[in-house]
Structure formats: structure tokens, C-alpha cells
């Protein structure tokens, strides 16, 4: 069965951990059996540094959704979406690629959303350093 999972949650909420953990679980770690798309992938330099552009943002989406899509393509069983998800349209078109090519799709809440101790946990915790202030605003934006 060639399933497709979309992550959803805050910054620091430990998507990135549970990709990996999932896809550990489901095909033992084979890495030509899975695929986690994750946008954050493309802010990072050739010395493995993180730099977040905003202004780069709509492109590197952009560039993780062709990712995802190749992925489909070659048939790859197991795909994850390792991105925040805030809004459903942002992840609308995953879904819609997804069902088109016979996979079945499973979006997953990672962590708490409206937990205002665990927004101050993933603050301190987020590698990505994004501030407590957004994450909060995330929290508010969140559409379930």
C-alpha cells in the first residue's frame, strides 16, 4: 500500500522527529523506500548551515512540492510531508497529487497547538530559532 503522510504543528513540536521515527517504523529505515519533503531542506547552505529567507519561501515550496510529486511518481511507498501545515490550503495540493497517483493519505497532528506551556517548550527547542511571538501566532492561525 503506497501511503502518504502530511505533518502538521508548531516549530520545535518535533515533526522532523516523528518523519523519521515513522518511516523507521513502517519500512526499517530503507532508504530507497520512503521519502520525508520537508521545505525547511532547502534553507540550508552546502556547510549545513540553516538561513531561513522569507522571501524564498514561495519558492522553495514550491521546490518541495515537486520533490513530493517526483516521489509519487517513481512510486515511492512511503512519502512525508514535514512541513508546519498552519492552513489547509497549504498542503491542498499534496493532498489533491497524492489521491490522483492511488496513494492514501493520513494528515497527523504533531504535538499540542493551543498549549501555551508547550508553545514556550518548542520555542526553546526549535532549531530553526523561530521566536516564541510566531509560534504563538501560528498557534492562533492553526485551522483544524
Partial sequence: MKQ??????????????????????????NESEYVICATDDYFYT??????????????YHNLNLARFI???????????????????WEFIAYTQAAHALAYQVKEVVVGEIKDK?????????????????????MAYMFEW
Avoid: W
Fill in 4 to 29: 502518504v503522510f502530511i505533518l502538521r504543528g508548531l516549530p520545535g513540536s518535533g515533526k522532523s522527529y516523528y518523519a523519521q521515527s515513522l518511516a523507521d517504523e513502517m519500512v526499517a529505515g
Fill in 117 to 137: 506551556s508547550l508553545q514556550h517548550l518548542y520555542a526553546k527547542r526549535c532549531q530553526h530559532n523561530v521566536p516564541l511571538k510566531m509560534i504563538s501566532k
Fill in 70 to 88: 517526483n516521489a509519487l511518481a517513481q512510486g515511492i511507498p512511503l512519502v512525508i510531508v514535514d512541513n508546519t501545515n498552519i492552513k489547509k
Fill in 46 to 59: 552546502s556547510e549545513g548551515e540553516y538561513q531561513f529567507d522569507k522571501f524564498k519561501l514561495p519558492q
